[in-house]
């Protein structure tokens, strides 16, 4: 079974303030995507990584596949109350994967 | 933006009662997927829908569970005999290919939020 570690569980930061979001695991995963979900919503997808060393910029938030495809992270620069929410990231095994694997999620709360 | 949707959006149910949670997937995707999410707890895949048939499954998708796609565009999960462990937030996703989930991702429903008491 892959698995896929997120850190920090938890992240309380002032508005204005960056943070990096990591997303671990010990397998190769053919690609990557992150999620960012409210409460009482479903996830909703950001990006997807694919190749390694890839780096994607959505505005503020930077996203980074690491050359071994093996992790990620996700940058947020100059963080805004509206930002606040959980960050999966959920990785295909492989190109044909029926399925992805989450990860426990990462908490965020950006406060005014 | 096409969506998935998904009702009811809070369902209450008594121990032992049959539940249908249902979907309307986006109409020119193919795969379809049940997962859950336990207060607190990751998103956890159920199962997997293609072409009228299960593809995948997990274990938690034991027999007290199952899933149909009685037309063209809903999909439904039932659960027979509801256990309170079954309390969660069931979330039904589509994709356009089952081959293409690693570059597109899933489309996410708002999700049902199951309480069973």
């Known amino acids: 079974t892959q698995l896929l570690e997120q850190s920090p569980q938890f992240l309380s930061i002032q508005e204005g303030e960056n943070l990096t979001v990591y997303c671990n695991s010990s397998s190769v995963f053919s690609s990557l995507q992150w999620y960012r979900q409210e409460p009482g919503e479903g996830p909703v997808l950001l990006v997807t990584?694919?190749?390694?060393?890839e780096v994607k910029k959505l505005k503020r938030l930077t996203f980074q596949f690491g050359d071994a495809r093996k992790d990620s992270s996700l940058h947020i620069t100059a963080a805004q109350p509206g930002d606040t929410g959980l960050y999966l990231c959920?990785?295909?095994?492989?190109?044909?994967?029926?399925?992805?694997?989450f990860g426990d999620g990462t908490t965020l709360t950006v406060k005014p | 933006e096409p969506e998935v949707t998904q009702t009811p959006s809070h369902q209450v149910t008594q121990m032992g009662q049959e539940v249908i949670l249902r979907c309307v997937p986006i109409s020119n995707h193919l795969y379809f997927y049940w997962y859950r999410q336990i207060l607190g707890q990751k998103v956890e895949f159920l199962v997997s829908f293609y072409n009228n048939e299960i593809s995948e499954k997990s274990e938690i998708f034991d027999d007290q569970f199952s899933v149909e796609r009685p037309d063209g565009s809903n999909f439904t999960l039932k659960i027979r005999s509801t256990k309170l462990e079954d309390s969660a937030m069931y979330f039904c996703?589509?994709?356009?290919?089952?081959?293409?989930?690693?570059?597109?991702?899933?489309?996410f429903g708002s999700g049902t939020r199951l309480t069973v008491v």
């Open positions: 996703a589509s994709s356009p290919s089952g081959q293409g989930l690693w570059l597109y991702g899933y489309t």
């Open positions: 959920a990785g295909a095994p492989s190109t044909n994967a029926g399925k992805s694997t």
């Open positions: 990584v694919v190749t390694g060393g």
